[in-house]
């Protein structure tokens, strides 16, 4: 670990605001059990229980909430937390402004607010991943909504300035690998959010439209969650660990690789449609590359385990870090292939895309974050965990609950897509994909379930007497110590 | 080399700028640039009235004149922009696809496969592609099925469609099945996805 993660700030004050860390975590948690609620209920719908019969609470309605809570709530509220507590420590700066946190916090929570309402409402805008309200009639300037779009841009900029400055200031030192990728990755953020919101909205239509959406789609989770992601895996990692990650040279790889390859594959979201074909030969490409180069990082994470696998036992945070970083894995492979056309002819437009749209945000980055918060929790909380049985149940649920996803839906959609294409009757398809989808609801209901442990055991330990000694984290980390 | 302006110019605005020339300019060149593929407004798509508007609007006269008054091209665009609009606020595009592939035998199964010129308009700004087809794929349904169809489908597909798992939309349409403004809208819409296709002069 760097030496500029042991300099304390200036002014004697605290390095870390731990009140804005808790804040944006509680916020997060909240979003997650709403965001997994819709998503269970949506489910529903597929087996024909769904309980809601009204217009505003319509099942399509309620899989926008799910999917838009699940980034913009849970994973924007997390890794902002997660940015809070690692980029001060990191830089030995303070962010810009405490009083500004508290202005993108509610900013933020608003935001969410606004947008829920707005797709209960029928405001939602056309674009997967972004389907947060413009706020404007379409093709007009008539407000129908509140501008959601235009706050996101708010929020985002004060978010990116916040961090900025402390990353600014430190510029006169090397930086260590998890500053890399929060400093590109909020960078994209802003360039990525600009670019699918306004784009296809304004300017583009159809195909060179679709071009961007899937620009959007890919750029949201590999430019903005993928990085945060990474870099906090180099931050958590070496720190719970005591040691140091074992290539530096991978690090550098693995970093570049990233910024170059993966925004060159947006356009496979929407391969064999009419967006020119030289185009998707380019996204195809750079797809594969980018696999192969990421399993360079995911091979420093395990060199760096080598000799201390015990801390799969001993520390439930590095066994989510790594059973995410077994889950990021299995999707890369299973990218490097499904990104073919020959693939793509069968298993587009089917379930398994789904299978794997759950494995990256769930099996990776959300297991992620649920490392962070149990290793962060106790230590903002200064209680210790009020029960160890529910972090184990919340795990297994969890590592259980979205494998079994994860192949269920795997599967569903390799018999859905060769039963397109042998022209099976329609409702031949949707039928033999009703067993798989009455096993994707009970899969998710242990996700659910694994997650409310967490939230119970958040809330009970923010209210528990156990008083956690803080150990000595701040001292300089010896190698192999 | 590894310090802040690094990461925030060649890696932040660098590789994204790369990225964005590659994949977006390029794309937008072939298709617009060279191409000369023409735009058409929501004008130029409501024109005509479609005989599926025209035949809601005799088939149900006191509820039509009531939601769209008379039938005209100003009141076919007001229906196909709320029909769209009711098709995006409910995300029937997540469970719809609208562009259909060279592939997996799709041209057999829903009609010709799909042209970038049939989507450079109005009323595909932003595109309603769609990437998961829980139902079939929409982008060929004008004329497929009868107005009626679509009504009593879309009040409770389970009646028409015994296995469906597409939810009920009876709230767009009163107790007798009489549309009310968003059920015409939706059945408008519907009944128009592929009229681009045809109107370049090809035949579904």
New interface residues.
């Given amino acids: 670990m760097h030496a500029a993660t042991l300099t304390p700030s200036e002014d004697g004050k605290s390095l870390v605001n731990y009140r804005l860390v808790k804040l944006h975590l509680t916020a997060a948690g909240i979003a997650l059990l709403l965001s997994m609620t819709a998503g269970f209920l949506y489910s529903l719908q597929f087996l024909g229980f769904y309980p809601f019969g009204q217009e505003w609470l319509a099942a399509g309605r309620v899989r926008l909430i799910h999917t838009n809570l699940a980034a913009y709530g849970w994973l924007v509220n997390g890794f902002t937390a997660m940015l809070y507590y690692a980029i001060p420590r990191l830089t030995g700066k303070r962010v810009w402004s405490d009083s500004i946190g508290n202005l993108i916090f509610a900013t933020w929570q608003f935001i969410l607010l606004a947008a829920g309402a707005g797709f209960l409402l029928g405001k939602a805008q056309a674009i997967e991943w972004g389907e947060t309200p413009t706020g404007f009639r379409p093709g007009t300037f008539e407000l129908n909504w509140i501008p959601v779009d235009a706050l996101i841009v708010v929020g985002a900029v004060l978010v990116i300035i916040q961090f900025m400055v402390p990353l600014y200031n430190a510029r006169k030192t090397k930086f260590y690998v998890s500053l890399w990728y929060f400093t590109a990755g909020l960078v994209w953020l802003a360039l990525t959010y600009l670019m699918g919101n306004i784009i296809p909205e304004w300017i583009l239509p159809g195909a060179a439209g679709a071009a961007v959406t899937g620009l959007f789609i890919h750029d949201l989770v590999g430019l903005y969650v993928t990085p945060m992601g990474w870099g906090l895996m180099y931050f958590f990692v070496p720190l719970i660990l005591r040691k140091p990650i074992w290539s530096h040279s991978l690090s550098v790889i693995g970093f570049w690789a990233l910024a170059f390859f993966y925004p060159l594959g947006g356009v496979h979201h929407f391969l064999l449609s009419p967006i020119p074909d030289y185009v998707e030969y380019g996204a195809i490409t750079t797809t594969i590359a980018i696999e192969v180069v990421v399993t360079t990082v995911v091979v420093n994470f395990f060199m760096t385990l080598r000799g201390r696998w015990d801390a799969l036992r001993t520390s439930m945070a590095i066994r989510w870090f790594y059973a995410g970083a077994i889950m990021y894995f299995i999707t890369c492979f299973q990218c490097a292939f499904q990104v073919t056309w020959m693939f793509q002819k069968i298993i587009h437009f089917t379930d398994w895309v789904v299978g794997h749209a759950h494995l990256i945000m769930f099996g990776t980055f959300t297991f992620w974050m649920f490392g962070v918060i149990d290793w962060l929790w106790p230590r903002i909380c200064r209680r210790n965990w009020a029960s160890q049985s529910l972090r184990s149940w919340h795990f297994w649920l969890s590592v259980l609950g979205v494998s079994i996803m994860f192949f269920d839906l795997m599967i569903a959609g390799l018999i859905a897509g060769f039963m397109q294409k042998d022209l099976n009757h329609w409702m031949e398809i949707v039928s033999s994909s009703v067993p798989f989808w009455w096993v994707r609801t009970v899969s998710g209901g242990m996700l659910l379930t694994g997650m409310l442990c967490m939230l119970y055991n958040m809330y009970a330990t923010a209210k528990s007497n156990e008083i956690y000694v803080e150990e000595d984290n701040m001292a300089p980390l010896q190698e192999g110590a | 080399m ?4 690094t ?2 110019f ?4 660098g ?2 700028a ?3 020339t ?3 300019v ?3 060149m ?3 640039g060279y191409h000369g593929m023409d ?1 058409q407004t ?1 004008e130029d798509l409501a024109q005509t009235p479609s005989a599926e508007f025209v035949q809601l609007s005799e088939e149900y006269p006191e509820a039509f004149e009531a939601s769209f008054g008379a039938v005209n091209s100003e009141s076919y665009a007001e229906a196909l ?1 709320l029909g ?3 098709y ?8 719809h ?1 609208q ?1 259909v ?6 041209a ?2 829903f009609g010709p496969a ?3 010129q ?5 009323l ?13 794929d929409l982008g060929r349904e004008k004329g497929k099925r009868p107005n009626d169809w679509h009504i009593a489908h879309l009040i409770r597909p389970k009646n028409v ?5 597409m ?5 767009y349409f009163e107790e007798d099945g009489t549309p009310e403004k968003e059920g015409f809208a939706l059945v408008t819409y519907l009944q128009w996805l592929g009229t681009t296709y045809e109107e370049e002069g090809n035949t579904p």
């Fill in positions: 590894e310090r802040f302006y990461f925030f060649v890696a932040g605005l590789c994204f790369l990225a964005f590659l994949s977006m390029f794309p937008w072939s298709l617009d735009y929501m922009q769209r609009d009711v995006v606020g409910q995300a029937c595009w997540h469970c696809s562009y592939r060279v592939v997996s035998n799709e057999q199964r799909s042209t970038a049939e989507f450079q308009n109005a595909n700004q932003p595109h309603l592609w769609g990437t998961r087809r829980v139902g079939p469609v015994p296995l469906s798992v939810p009920s939309y009876d709230y």
